[in-house]
């Protein structure tokens, strides 16, 4: 409990703060259900138009389905690359491993815009060979998006190790059990929940990727953020205020059940 | 711990993959990069010769510089204030606080992009308010220059600001405010001499975070600044994409990582990463 509680003037401070980090995310609900085809506040009546579009115009459907199905891809293999090598780090400890784990956080600190061209000039480099893996291809997309995930599940697998008592491992060992029944048996049950949000971070940080995505697709590989993106540079479209209104909710209700959960778990 | 010959491949055979899919996909390419930028058009180091002398490019460095110094000052302030009431505050206080800081930290750039765009455009909510209480007659420029730019990337950095923050408010030793105070100091001293020169770790931390990502921050600058308030990621993207200039893209690309590189040398100067989360 802390004994030094905030006075009067840093609540007020803070208050406008709050206000300030809300305010762009309550200011799509109005413009959502403005009758207008165009991004204006609504005058006198709603209309429920625009989340009607999301459903009817198929280039939202596509980009909405090629979203998910490049997160899955990308964050299956993002997390199965980052168990085996935080498993590899932890178990057999070995030299260098500082200098290997900063290698592999690179993507994360690098710029993104930096990142990007990089990846740019991998995947027109692929095109060369072939023509459904490289530029302005779902899998291209993957495969960069796991290069962007993979340090962040990384990080994540790390953490969840770090608080595992390495006795249980040592028992195991000394029960003789194999290297693969210390990993599948021991070690991976008992960080089940890292390994879960690793590949749901992972999900999540593909499926909202745009800075690297801009640079790798055109035409055909148009994800959500894509579409979205040309969408808000061009005429800005409303129906992408009722797709914000959408994933806000969503948002907010993922977090509340989160806090439930941790309060659950706390309890 | 022993270290056999088993124990040798087996750390080899599961760390490989990964390692070797970071070389391949992105060490690899990297330098690719780094090559454009001595070989295209012409062989030589007139890329970086032209960073040096080009009036428009030294124009987009000064302003992201610009850009970046003040989106950090805001955000590091505002982040401060917040902290101090999620770390600090009553259980209301903090739920309340946790829920301004993590909803925003959990929505897309783009989302967020668009909700100051809804906010800030000529037909806008404020201008649209402003006009309808009669305050202004014409519509303000709110967005489409630095002045959008700024308020876009402070609110997205923002929460960016607040973890490294609140682990230096967290493990502050209280006993130590209580002295300052049972030594007669006021509420206001005791913060201003106290409370914060021990949470300098935690203000220098998020304030290299801030710095380092407004300058290589891309989306927000091309939506808010319409074009008008070009910062160096969206020089590179318009350097590749729309006056094909690879060379010169690539040089700036090598450029960045070089500043943010030493930026963040200087970064772990201060504090160990364990500090950072």
């Given at each position: 409990m802390?004994?030094?509680?905030?006075?009067?003037?840093?609540?007020?401070?803070?208050?406008?703060?709050?206000?300030?980090?809300?305010m762009?995310?309550?200011?799509?609900?109005?413009?959502?259900?403005?009758?207008?085809?165009?991004?204006?506040?609504?005058?006198?009546?709603l209309?429920?138009?625009?989340y009607?579009?999301?459903?009817?115009?198929?280039?939202?459907?596509?980009?909405?389905?090629?979203?998910?199905?490049?997160?899955?891809?990308?964050?299956?293999f993002?997390?199965?690359?980052?168990?085996?090598?935080?498993?590899?780090?932890?178990?057999?400890?070995?030299?260098?491993?500082?200098?290997?784990?900063?290698?592999?956080?690179?993507?994360?600190?690098?710029?993104?815009?930096?990142?990007?061209?990089?990846?740019?000039?991998?995947?027109?480099?692929?095109?060369g060979?072939?023509?459904?893996f490289?530029?302005?291809?779902?899998?291209?997309?993957?495969?960069?998006?796991?290069?962007?995930?993979?340090?962040?599940a990384?990080?994540?697998?790390?953490?969840?190790?770090?608080?595992?008592?390495?006795?249980?491992?040592?028992?195991?060992?000394?029960?003789?059990?194999?290297?693969?029944e210390?990993?599948?048996?021991?070690?991976?049950?008992?960080?089940?929940?890292?390994?879960?949000?690793?590949a749901?971070l992972?999900?999540?940080?593909?499926w909202?990727?745009?800075?690297?995505?801009?640079?790798?697709?055109s035409?055909n590989?148009?994800?959500?953020?894509r579409?979205?993106w040309?969408?808000?540079?061009?005429?800005i479209?409303p129906?992408?205020?009722?797709?914000?209104?959408i994933?806000?909710?969503?948002?907010?209700?993922v977090?509340?059940?989160?806090?439930f959960?941790?309060?659950?778990?706390?309890? | 711990?022993?270290?056999?010959l088993?124990?040798?491949?087996?750390?080899?055979?599961?760390?490989?993959?990964?390692?070797?899919?970071?070389?391949?996909?992105y060490?690899?390419?990297?330098?690719?990069?780094?090559?454009?930028?001595?070989?295209?058009?012409?062989?030589?180091?007139?890329?970086?010769?032209?960073?040096?002398?080009?009036?428009?490019?030294?124009?987009?460095?000064?302003?992201?510089?610009?850009?970046?110094?003040?989106?950090?000052?805001?955000s590091?302030?505002?982040?401060?204030?917040?902290?101090?009431?999620?770390?600090?505050?009553t259980?209301?206080?903090?739920?309340?606080?946790e829920?301004?800081?993590?909803?925003?930290?959990?929505?897309?750039?783009?989302?967020?992009?668009f909700?100051?765009?809804?906010?800030?455009?000529?037909?806008?909510?404020?201008?649209?308010?402003l006009?309808?209480?009669g305050?202004?007659?014409?519509?303000?420029?709110?967005?489409?220059?630095?002045?959008?730019?700024?308020?876009?990337?402070?609110?997205?950095?923002?929460?960016?600001?607040?973890?490294?923050l609140?682990?230096?408010?967290?493990?502050?030793?209280?006993?130590?405010?209580?002295?300052?105070?049972g030594l007669?100091?006021s509420?206001?001293?005791?913060?201003?001499?106290?409370?914060?020169?021990?949470?300098?770790?935690?203000?220098?931390?998020?304030a290299?975070?801030?710095?380092?990502?407004?300058?290589?921050?891309?989306?927000?600058?091309?939506?808010?600044?319409?074009?008008?308030?070009?910062?160096v990621?969206?020089?590179?993207?318009?350097?590749?994409?729309?006056?094909?200039?690879?060379?010169?893209?690539?040089?700036?690309?090598?450029?960045?990582?070089?500043?943010?590189?030493?930026?963040?040398?200087?970064?772990?100067?201060?504090?160990?990463?364990?500090?950072?989360?």
């Amino acid at each position: 409990m802390p004994t030094y509680r905030p006075g009067p003037i840093s609540l007020v401070i803070a208050a406008f703060v709050a206000l300030f980090l809300l305010m762009p995310l309550l200011a799509v609900i109005p413009v959502s259900l403005t009758p207008s085809r165009m991004l204006a506040m609504p005058t006198g009546e709603l209309s429920l138009r625009h989340y009607r579009t999301l459903i009817e115009d198929p280039r939202w459907i596509d980009s909405i389905l090629l979203s998910i199905r490049i997160g899955v891809v990308s964050s299956a293999f993002s997390t199965v690359l980052a168990l085996c090598f935080s498993l590899g780090v932890w178990m057999f400890q070995p030299r260098f491993t500082a200098a290997l784990v900063g290698f592999v956080l690179l993507p994360m600190v690098v710029p993104p815009v930096v990142s990007a061209i990089t990846l740019y000039f991998l995947l027109t480099s692929i095109s060369g060979f072939s023509s459904f893996f490289g530029y302005d291809t779902w899998l291209g997309v993957a495969m960069a998006h796991s290069v962007m995930t993979v340090p962040f599940a990384t990080v994540l697998m790390l953490v969840s190790l770090s608080q595992l008592d390495r006795r249980i491992d040592l028992a195991a060992r000394g029960l003789g059990a194999t290297v693969w029944e210390r990993a599948t048996r021991v070690i991976m049950p008992n960080i089940k929940f890292g390994i879960i949000t690793a590949a749901l971070l992972s999900f999540v940080l593909s499926w909202e990727e745009i800075g690297v995505t801009l640079f790798i697709t055109s035409v055909n590989a148009i994800t959500l953020p894509r579409l979205m993106w040309m969408g808000l540079r061009d005429n800005i479209d409303p129906a992408i205020a009722a797709l914000s209104v959408i994933l806000i909710i969503i948002t907010v209700l993922v977090l509340a059940v989160r806090s439930f959960i941790v309060r659950l778990r706390a309890v | 711990m022993r270290s056999s010959l088993s124990d040798r491949t087996g750390a080899a055979l599961l760390m490989a993959p990964l390692l070797l899919f970071l070389v391949l996909a992105y060490a690899w390419p990297f330098l690719g990069v780094v090559k454009w930028s001595f070989t295209l058009p012409t062989p030589g180091l007139g890329q970086y010769d032209a960073l040096l002398t080009d009036d428009l490019v030294q124009s987009v460095f000064v302003r992201t510089l610009r850009i970046a110094a003040i989106v950090t000052i805001v955000s590091v302030a505002a982040a401060y204030a917040i902290t101090l009431i999620w770390v600090r505050g009553t259980p209301a206080q903090r739920l309340i606080a946790e829920f301004c800081i993590l909803v925003p930290f959990w929505i897309s750039v783009l989302t967020r992009a668009f909700g100051w765009v809804a906010l800030l455009s000529n037909r806008g909510l404020i201008n649209t308010w402003l006009q309808a209480i009669g305050f202004i007659s014409e519509p303000l420029t709110l967005v489409r220059n630095e002045f959008g730019v700024i308020v876009g990337m402070t609110h997205f950095l923002i929460p960016f600001a607040v973890f490294p923050l609140a682990s230096a408010m967290r493990s502050l030793d209280d006993r130590v405010l209580l002295a300052a105070r049972g030594l007669g100091s006021s509420r206001m001293r005791t913060f201003w001499s106290v409370f914060v020169p021990m949470t300098r770790s935690g203000i220098i931390g998020s304030a290299l975070i801030v710095f380092v990502f407004s300058l290589g921050f891309f989306v927000t600058p091309a939506i808010l600044g319409g074009g008008r308030s070009v910062m160096v990621a969206e020089l590179i993207y318009l350097r590749i994409f729309q006056s094909p200039d690879w060379g010169l893209g690539a040089a700036i690309s090598v450029v960045l990582v070089l500043f943010v590189g030493a930026l963040m040398a200087l970064l772990f100067r201060y504090i160990r990463p364990k500090q950072l989360v």
